[in-house]
């Protein structure tokens, strides 16, 4: 990394990591915050319990929001008079200090110490003294060299005294033994006496100074350990003398510490007094420092040049009085910390540049019992306050984090996503490649590969632990060095550090959209599927060139999950393009199978496969130095040789790794009995793991690592926190040991865990945050022996993280051992969602992917497998949070492995079978999910009812699904009946490769491989077992029209627009070119002959060439059934009838036949002979389709005279004599287009499309049972198709640039599922009268049906239906209950017989007619199922069915013969009641003169119409100039009697208001026309000169006062949407330079107008506002085009439904969809009924009328409007699930 990389600006940083540069620092992540919190502990407890409680679930809940964990230190809480046995408690504590300091925001906060105002009291505690758990050797022993001084001059001082004494004992035994002699001397005596007292006194001072300074007092406590460098003298475990500090009981425990307390109180005392002799300052400092004033100290130093990431708040007692009991917990005695307190303060405060905000005082009125919010209002307030300040504090702080995060992260969602991945695994090559030693030789070899001209991978393999990530990890960060003639872009994955890695298909399409990024194609177009992304990522590494190769580089490939077989390697390419090279590495073992499947595609290589061996001793050792040298550590010569010589037993750089870890903690006074290592890595680490049992706790360690190695993607640091405040195997002993008023594990004790742990763990990024996980797998595999098999069972462990995971304690008591009732324990809440607040006032959606991608795996692991299916797989919420927040991908995931372990559960299957159906559509848009399954699902749970109560459900957990999507949490359409696909069909595979539309499909002779070409112009070949592209031909395809496998799969043969080519599959190459032809030739292949056979279209010639050797021509014949011995005609040109042939041949028989005929003929290619006539069954029978097997020839056809029942059917012919064998029938869902014959002759198929419904299914018959199924129903007109074996069938629909890859031989012996009608639903009528009911017309006048919508029990059924009410011809208005049939029947023949013979006995007698006049009206009641009347001598006018309206229920409104006005009928006489027609009074009668006058008007406003430069106008005469004028004269004269002409024309289209009074007609003409229907009249003349007026796109108010149209100013050429006013027929507003606007929609107050474009976007206009306009973009799948769109603006313009290939409801007010339903095929009517509440909706091939309710959790549901009128059973409306 270069010093210059490092100062690029933030974007650079990340732009160049994107694109392949590893050599860039990353960034600092803001994935985890810390806050540490500096106090006491000892006056505090109040504030500690308080914020553990009221504000650290907040915080940690907003940073979830942002994707961030927020770990809160709270190193004094509950850690009060507690000693660990390692000292290690102070070092904790500057550790996590450290860590909070990488944090850009508030990171520091203080509460805590204060003065008083007369500054001789301070309102705080400093706390004790800190004993320092190591001393520079130096400075020891000069302390102790003058304490052994002190000591030895003081007991020589004691010795010299006991003499003196001595002494003076023998003069008084002297005095005594001569008493008699001296009693003269008494007064001397005396003063003897006086004296020996004085030193006895002396004396028994001096020897309790010695004893206060015995060397001993340090010696025994401190040790010198030389392995430190420098040397250091290091304090004694506390156990070494006290063993029962470790104890769990506090009886034994509390004489021991009490112990410990009063020795450390000895030993700071000494360390303090001699102190003082040094001349440095900071040494004396050192011995008389609390924590506290250490942890400040630190804060200061580390955010010295970030003041504003410090808080310090302090209470204040106003009145204390330090006589008080409580005084002595809030205030220091001691003048010496009084003193400190106040250097304390002054420092604090004279660190100016810390902002006044984030300092405060509180103060607070003292009394007797000192600091008490449950008797004292003012103490709470103060609580409250400090929660709130330091709330805001933070939260403030950290948002500028994450606005700045926002800003810097690049904006482009795929690039946005692909940092967070990318950076991941930069970052761990980063740093495995600083670690990295040695390795010289196989570094040099990557080098000479990298450099080579090798078009293999490099496999670089070895058993685990051998540095082989290490070796891999330097290789990518310097092979951009090695590359000095180029700038190679790196791209670096290590499978298993993150989540996505470790998928196949998340890995392919991460590189792949990186790929795009390098090389600047579109991320957009990186498909989303396993086979698409496969074939994606082939193509992708051809971008590379020689100014910019590519270097991609795969680490740990065996840690790929199964899914796909990714560790086979089928999902990389057999040989590299140029200028690109591949370097994956993985383990050698069998199991793995990656080493194994690399030397089956490249084992040809040796020299690229490279082995990482054992490490050799020599270079281990110059490891270690290295790694002791960096750790300012080094060992005994005994330590070393022990470390080696267990090397020696395990040689790899693992093993190193992990002694080094373990030596660095012998000191050099250990006896060898404590340093002994184990020869394997395992081993030392269950060791390792046994110390720390010893050190924190067995059941803290045993719970806490049991829990890492538990979880799916490791745990983090809150969630481990909260997971062991759970966990009462722990809670147990930490409430007895700690004294805990909160049942939540003290932050302390896993910090404390984590730093002893720190060499075992690491933290990698999992579901957008960071997780702890294993370093190692050899470290996960001793952890889960330990912990998980042998101690506690890995289910207790699965149980207990579910619970967790799904929120079960989050505000709530969990019961204890000894406690029922339970306690809180303040944990997470893990709601599926978050709602982030934005600045504009909007919100996001944040997802819980912890929760959501943890869950269902400990939900199986824990076998609560009803729970799996309750709280994820089978519940509403989850699924829709899992799809949003992690894509449908990894709901499949889910499901496949909830199945792998219950295979037969019928829920799960066809939940799965669902999601499969519809894939496609929520990857585009996963909010459609609940319309998605509903409309699948609903009609087949409604009908899951138990026979008898005993009986279950056949989907029990699809029944609450269902009622929970009823209450979905988002906006969601709910339809009423099942109205998309049901599972239960065949499913398929998506092929992704080409680019563009796919134009022709092929297969090879096996059926395992296919070919295709596409508008892209290349040819793909794929495998079709794997669905990877093997072969792709460049530079042709775009003009293919038919595509075959020839030469025993070697070529491919092209029939183009007007040539045929072969095409060498091996090279690519173009072998021949057939382009003598002059059309279109259809092709077939004779495979064992080896002949290419060439019908042209045109001329009905066939011509065979030999494929085998030079393409030579063998013959040509003319095509016709004609055999030897019969009368040729002469060749005819461009025959009208079609050719059909066989694409293959049965020997050197090809099938022939001509559309529309009865008969085929086999004929000879190679003599042109016909050979057999096979003639139809039927004489009716007209062919569109061959096919050949080994047994059959196959003639598909369909009846000239279609037949209801059989339109289709296929005849099969024997190929041994041409002897017809049997019809298989077909069924009126048949469309036989292209037939095939499987390769075993069992069935017969052909796709079956229907472009009415915009659909396709596989039509499948059993050749020898003759069955007929419908199969594989999907979306699209499969136009092409292709079929070998049953396994591998092929199909590709129009527009469409993917294959479908359909497995039909299982569904093939399954029973036939339910076929499609071929009768659908014409039009629906809304009743005006009666909302709750629409009216269904059928197709082709099929059944009359009325529907009650809104009643949630019956909307799934039709409540009345009438059949055979009308014929073919007849037409039928309806209008609330009444149905007008208008008939053309005359004599005996009625559209209903039976019905009209029943109601009306005269009708036998028949009418005499035209039949081209309706004259037989009859008007039917819906209600009451009869027929009312007949209306006598009617003589309706013909015209077109929708231009028929019932004004009301006696006027039946219509167009004249002509057109030209407007009839409106009395169905009660049958006569016309009124007629109203264009009335043009001012303009109809112009003479000459008037119209010479206007044309002169005309042209002045105009001015200039000539095209004359201003220099010709100038230059031109005056007879020129009147010539001109004259000229244009006669234009205008003859352009206004164009348009006074017409308004002679017939109406084209007219549009009626919704109150059925005012009428707008066009007639292809510059001019509207405005009726007004209760005046009866031609009210207004909308016009305009420069556009013809249509309403083609156009809108009406209800009330028909504003109508809203386009139009094309032909003058201009601009496009318009146009607002007229049609009672004052003007121009109200117009928008300019609108164009492509396919569908318009107007409120009822034309305050707003609504319309769609082609280019998929949206304006909202509202005309009579200023900056009225706004532009919204559509969503992904909307699809407007002319004449297929529709617009309803509902609830007085705020909302709005808009059918554009999707139904979606918008929100106007705000811009946005609110929800979206993607059909299966094509809406064939649509209204809106209960005013606006339900959208209703027909179909193509159904007569069920499907009402889409718009549902969510605020909705209680529909307004209540009219009532029941058809006798339905009442029944509750609430809802339709139980």
């Not at 988002?970 to 009946?977: G, K």
Request: aromatic share 8%; net charge neutral.
């Amino acid at each position: 990394m270069t010093r210059e990389s490092s100062r690029l600006p933030i974007h650079d940083k990340h732009s160049r990591i994107l694109r392949g540069n590893l050599n860039i620092r990353c960034p600092q992540d803001n994935k985890v915050a810390c806050l540490y919190i500096s106090n006491t502990g000892i006056d505090t407890k109040w504030e500690l319990r308080y914020l553990m409680t009221e504000l650290y679930p907040h915080l940690k809940e907003y940073c979830l929001q942002h994707n961030c964990e927020l770990r809160i230190y709270d190193m004094h809480w509950s850690m009060d008079n507690v000693s660990f046995d390692n000292h290690s408690y102070i070092s904790n504590c500057m550790d996590a200090v450290a860590e909070a300091q990488q944090t850009r925001a508030v990171n520091f906060v203080i509460y805590d110490p204060c003065l008083s105002e007369n500054r001789t009291l301070t309102s705080g505690r400093l706390g004790a003294n800190i004993l320092p758990p190591t001393i520079d050797a130096e400075e020891y022993d000069a302390m102790f060299q003058e304490l052994s001084n002190d000591y030895n001059n003081l007991k020589a001082s004691i010795e010299s005294l006991l003499q003196e004494q001595k002494e003076l004992d023998e003069e008084k035994d002297q005095v005594d033994a001569s008493d008699e002699e001296k009693s003269n001397k008494r007064k001397k005596t005396q003063a003897r006496q006086q004296h020996s007292k004085q030193l006895a006194l002396s004396i028994g001072q001096k020897e309790k100074e010695l004893e206060q300074i015995k060397p001993q007092v340090l010696s025994e406590w401190y040790r010198r350990d030389d392995n430190v460098v420098p040397a250091v003298y290091r304090l004694q475990r506390i156990s070494t003398k006290f063993p029962d500090i470790n104890k769990t009981d506090p009886k034994k425990k509390a004489p021991a510490t009490k112990s410990w307390n009063e020795t450390a109180l000895n030993i700071l005392s000494v360390l303090q007094k001699y102190s003082k002799l040094s001349a440095n300052e900071d040494v004396w400092q050192k011995y008389h420092m609390s924590l506290l004033e250490l942890e400040i100290e630190a804060g200061i130093r580390h955010n010295q040049f970030s003041p504003g990431r410090i808080c310090w708040f302090t209470k204040q007692f106003e009145g204390i009085n330090e006589a008080d009991d409580m005084a002595q917990k809030f205030i220091e005695t001691e003048q010496s910390k009084k003193l400190r307190m106040i250097e304390l303060n002054e420092q604090l405060k004279n660190f100016r540049e810390m902002p006044k905000t984030n300092r405060e005082t509180f103060g607070l009125d003292w009394i007797k019992e000192g600091f008490a919010p449950e008797l004292l209002r003012n103490h709470m307030l103060y609580l409250e306050k400090l929660v709130d300040r330091i709330n805001h504090l933070v939260r403030k702080s950290l948002s500028e984090i994450f606005e700045e995060e926002k800003e810097t992260i690049p904006t482009n969602p795929h690039e946005r996503n692909l940092y967070v991945e990318v950076i991941q695994h930069v970052t761990f090559c980063q740093q495995r490649a600083r670690s990295f030693h040695g390795r010289q030789e196989l570094l040099q070899q990557i080098k000479e590969y990298l450099r080579s001209d090798s078009q293999l991978p490099l496999t670089i393999y070895g058993k685990t632990g051998m540095g082989r990530k290490s070796l891999v990890c330097r290789a990518a960060r310097d092979c951009q060095k090695w590359c000095k003639q180029a700038s190679p872009a790196v791209i670096f994955r290590s499978c298993g550090i993150t989540s996505e890695s470790q998928n196949v298909r998340l890995l392919l399409q991460s590189i792949s959209i990186q790929l795009a990024l390098i090389y600047n194609t579109d991320p957009d177009l990186v498909p989303t599927g396993y086979r698409g992304l496969v074939n994606d990522f082939s193509e992708r590494i051809k971008f590379a060139t020689a100014d910019q190769p590519l270097i991609i580089v795969i680490d740990s490939v065996d840690q790929l999950a199964d899914e796909h077989d990714a560790r086979k390697l089928p999902w990389m390419p057999k040989e590299l393009p140029p200028h690109v090279k591949v370097i994956f590495s993985c383990q050698p073992e069998e199991k793995m199978i990656v080493l194994e499947a690399a030397k089956k595609l490249w084992g040809k290589m040796e020299k690229n496969f490279l082995e990482v061996g054992k490490l050799p001793a020599e270079d281990a050792a110059v490891i270690m130095s290295h790694w002791l040298s960096s750790a300012n550590r080094t060992l005994t010569d005994d330590q070393y040789n022990t470390v080696m010589k267990a090397y020696k037993d395990c040689p790899n750089p693992l093993f190193l790794q992990t002694a080094f870890h373990e030596a660095i903690q012998w000191s050099s006074y250990l006896l060898p009995e404590n340093y002994k290592l184990a020869s394997a890595v395992k081993r030392v680490a269950t060791v390792a793991f046994a110390r720390l049992e010893k050190d924190h706790g067995e059941p803290l360690v045993r719970r806490a690592l049991g829990y890492i190695t538990a979880s799916r993607k490791g745990v983090t640091f809150n969630e481990l926190e909260d997971l062991i405040s759970l966990d009462d195997m722990v809670m147990e002993e930490l409430c007895v040991q700690y004294k805990l008023e909160i049942r939540r594990c003290p932050p302390a004790l896993l910090i404390r865990l984590r730093q002893d742990l720190k060499s075992y763990v690491t933290e990698l990024a999992a579901d957008g945050l960071k997780t702890v996980q294993w370093s190692h797998t050899q470290y996960h595999e001793a952890a889960a022996e330990r912990y998980l098999l042998q101690r506690d069972r890995a289910p207790s462990y699965h149980k207990a993280m579910a619970e967790y995971f799904t929120g079960m304690w989050s505000g709530k008591n969990k019961p204890t051992p000894n406690n029922e009732d339970g306690v809180p324990r303040y944990v997470a809440s893990q709601n599926l969602t978050y709602e982030l607040e934005k600045e504009d006032g909007t919100t996001s959606i944040v997802y819980n992917k912890r929760a959501l991608n943890e869950l269902p795996y400990h939900f199986i692991n824990s076998n609560q497998f009803d729970m799996l299916k309750s709280e994820c797989l089978c519940n509403y919420e989850w699924l829709l949070a899992k799809l949003c927040g992690s894509g449908i991908r990894t709901i499949f995931d889910d499901f496949y492995l909830a199945i792998s372990i219950e295979p037969k559960d019928k829920d799960l299957n066809i939940l799965l079978e669902t999601f499969q159906l519809s894939r496609v559509v929520l990857e585009k848009d996963p909010k459609q999910l609940g319309s998605q399954l509903s409309g699948r699902l609903r009609s087949l749970i409604m009908k899951d009812v138990p026979v008898t109560s005993a009986d279950p459900k056949v989907y029990p957990a699809c029944h609450p699904l269902m009622a929970q999507i009823s209450r979905s949490s988002i906006p969601t359409f709910y339809p009423s009946i099942t109205c998309l696909t049901p599972p239960g069909g065949a499913l398929s595979d998506i092929l992704v490769g080409h680019t563009a539309e796919i134009t022709a499909i092929g297969l090879t002779s096996e059926g395992m491989r296919g070919v295709s070409s596409s508008l892209d112009n290349t040819i793909k070949m794929w495998d079709l077992r794997s669905g990877k592209v093997t072969k792709t031909i460049p530079g042709v395809g775009k003009d293919v029209l038919q595509i075959l496998v020839a030469l025993e799969n070697k070529v491919i043969v092209t029939s183009e627009t007007s040539c045929v080519r072969v095409w060498d599959i091996n090279t690519s190459q173009c072998l021949f070119s057939f382009s003598e032809f002059d059309d279109y030739a259809k092709i077939a292949i004779s495979q064992n002959t080896k002949v290419l056979v060439c019908c042209l279209i045109g001329v009905n010639t066939m011509r065979s060439y030999n494929l085998e050797s030079d393409f030579s021509m063998i013959k040509e014949c003319q095509l016709e059934n004609k055999k030897e011995g019969e009368e040729k005609t002469e060749l005819v040109i461009n025959k009208d009838k079609t050719l059909l042939i066989s694409e293959t041949t049965f020997g050197d028989q090809l099938l022939v036949a001509y559309q529309d005929e009865a008969s085929a003929f086999t004929q000879n290619i190679k003599t042109g002979a016909v050979v057999y006539t096979l003639n139809c069954s039927t004489e009716s029978a007209r062919i569109t389709a061959l096919a050949i097997s080994g047994e059959y020839f196959a003639a598909g056809y369909q009846f000239k005279y279609l037949k209801r029942e059989m339109p289709y059917a296929v005849d099969i012919f024997s190929t041994s004599g041409g002897a017809f064998v049997r019809t298989l029938r077909g069924c009126d869902e048949d469309n036989i287009e292209r037939l095939f014959i499987n390769n075993t002759g069992s069935h017969c198929l052909c796709s079956s499309t229907s472009h009415h419904t915009w659909s396709s299914d596989l039509a499948v018959w059993n050749m020898e049972t003759e069955e007929h199924k419908h199969l594989a129903s999907h979306a699209g007109v499969a136009h092409i198709a292709g079929l070998v074996t049953l396994q591998y069938v092929l199909t590709s629909s129009k527009g469409e640039s993917t294959l479908r890859l359909w497995n039909l031989s299982g569904s093939i012996i399954k029973p036939a599922p339910k076929m499609k009608q071929s009768v659908g639903v014409f039009d629906l009528v809304a009743m005006k009268d009666y909302p709750r009911y629409v009216v269904a017309s059928a197709t082709d006048n099929g059944p009359l049906a009325v529907w009650n919508v809104a009643k949630g029990k019956t909307s799934g059924t039709a409540v009345r239906i009438e059949h055979g009410l009308v014929d073919p011809t007849d037409i039928v208005v309806i209008r609330n209950t009444k149905a007008v049939i208008l008939g053309r029947f005359s004599g005996e023949s009625s559209p209903s017989q039976n019905q009209l013979r029943r109601s009306f006995p005269e009708a036998d007698k028949g009418i005499t007619g035209s039949s081209n006049i309706y004259q037989s009206v009859y008007i039917y009641d819906l209600r009451a199922k009869r027929f009312e009347r007949k209306v006598p001598a009617v003589y309706i006018i013909p015209s077109r069915a929708h231009e028929f309206k019932l004004l009301n229920d006696d006027l039946l409104m219509g167009l004249s013969e002509n057109r030209n006005q407007i009839y409106i009928w009395s169905l009660s006489t049958g006569t016309i009641a009124y007629r109203i027609k264009p009335t043009f009074q001012s303009k109809s009668d112009m003479t000459a003169n008037h119209l010479n006058q206007e044309a002169s008007v005309h042209m002045k406003k105009r001015q200039y119409t000539a095209k004359m430069t201003p220099w010709d106008r100038r230059t031109e005469s005056s007879e020129k100039r009147q010539k001109r004028r004259e000229l244009q004269l006669e234009e205008e004269l003859k352009e206004m009697e164009e348009k006074r002409k017409e308004r002679e024309n017939g109406v084209e289209q007219f549009i009626l208001s919704g109150d059925e009074k005012v009428v707008v007609a066009s007639f292809f003409s510059h001019h509207l026309c405005v009726f007004d229907m209760e005046k009866k009249d031609h009210v207004q003349t909308l016009e305009n000169d420069n556009s013809l007026l249509h309403l083609y796109v156009a809108a009406l108010t209800y009330d028909g006062s504003f109508l809203v149209h386009t139009n094309y100013d032909e003058d201009d050429k601009v496009s318009y949407v146009t607002l007229w006013d049609c009672f004052e027929g003007t121009v109200r507003k117009r928008l300019k330079n609108e164009k492509d606007v396919c569908a318009i929609g107007i409120s009822d107050d034309a305050q707003r107008v609504l319309f769609g474009k082609g280019n998929c976007e949206l304006r909202i206009w509202e005309p009579f506002k200023k900056s009225s306009l706004r532009k919204i973009h559509g969503y992904q799948g909307m699809n407007f085009q002319f004449g297929m769109n529709k617009i309803f603006i509902l609830k007085g313009g705020s909302k709005a439904i808009i059918y554009a290939g999707d139904i979606s409801m918008w929100d106007l007010d705000k811009g946005v969809v609110l929800a979206v339903y993607t059909p299966d095929t094509r809406i064939s009517a649509m209204t809106v009924a209960m005013d606006g509440q339900l959208l209703c909706f027909g179909l193509k091939d159904s007569l069920s009328v499907v009402s889409l309710r718009l549902v969510d959790n605020s909705r209680d549901g529909m307004d209540d409007m009219g009532e029941n009128i058809m006798g339905e059973k009442i029944e509750s409306d609430s809802s339709d699930e139980e």
